[in-house]
């Protein structure tokens, strides 16, 4: 099956940097999103991004489908951005089941 | 803004008993799923679920495992005879379509097997 690469796995920042997360997956895929599961569990959908560059306020996220990876862009980092990043893919052959990467921890401190 | 609901937040339950947790997704949403989180593990897919029918499942999602949908609403997962590695965070998630839709998770259900 498809496998999904994330690194750097754990991530401390200042608050106010900037960082980039990088999600790597081993097949074409026909659907990539990019999530945070906050300090309570909870896992906020960010971005629905299989190929291009998309924005929302200080994220931002690039795939480039071709080279199979995609980018996670903070900026200004804040105390909120806290938590773990997930990149989920779906492969093409199927149309139903994202499968996860380990996730990014962030830890943002003030 | 519409959202995922799951209830309850937390189920403790002896081994060996059955549980049945509850999820009601996004109303316009026709596709469900259910994926769960061992504690400090990634997120697994378990099953999804279309048009009344199982669309695919995991090699997790064994005969111990059930969906159903037994009215317009509810999207329930039923896990009979529970065992202690069942414990982990249970996620309903819906979404639109099958493609070009985000998946939209609930804030799951957190099962404890003693």
């Known amino acids: 099956g498809i496998q999904v690469e994330q690194s750097p796995p754990d991530l401390i920042l200042q608050e106010g940097a900037n960082s980039t997360l990088r999600c790597n997956f081993s097949?074409?895929?026909?659907?990539l999103q990019w999530f945070h599961q906050n300090p309570w569990g909870q896992l906020i959908n960010l971005f629905y991004i299989p190929s291009g560059t998309k924005q929302n306020g200080r994220l931002s996220a690039t795939t480039v489908a071709t080279e199979r990876y995609s980018l996670l862009y903070i900026s200004s980092s804040q105390t909120t951005d806290s938590g773990v990043y997930f990149c989920?893919?779906?492969?093409?052959?199927?149309?139903?089941?994202?499968?996860f990467g380990s996730g990014t921890r962030l830890l943002v401190r003030p | 803004e519409p959202e995922v609901t799951q209830t309850p937040s937390h189920q403790v339950t002896q081994m060996g008993q059955e549980v049945i947790l509850r999820c009601v997704p996004i109303?316009?949403?026709?596709?469900f799923y259910w994926y769960r989180q061992i504690l400090g593990q990634k997120v697994e897919f378990l099953v999804s679920f279309y048009n009344n029918e199982i669309s695919e499942k995991s090699e997790i999602f064994d005969d111990q495992f059930s969906v159903e949908r037994p009215d317009g609403s509810n999207f329930t997962l039923k896990i009979r005879s529970t065992k202690l590695e069942d414990s982990a965070m249970y996620f309903c998630a819906s979404s639109q379509t099958a493609y070009n839709s985000p998946l939209h998770f609930g804030n799951g259900t957190r099962l404890t097997v003693t």
């Open positions: 989920a893919v779906e492969g093409m052959d199927s149309s139903y089941k994202l499968i």
């Open positions: 109303s316009n949403h026709l596709y």
């Open positions: 097949d074409s895929v026909n659907n």
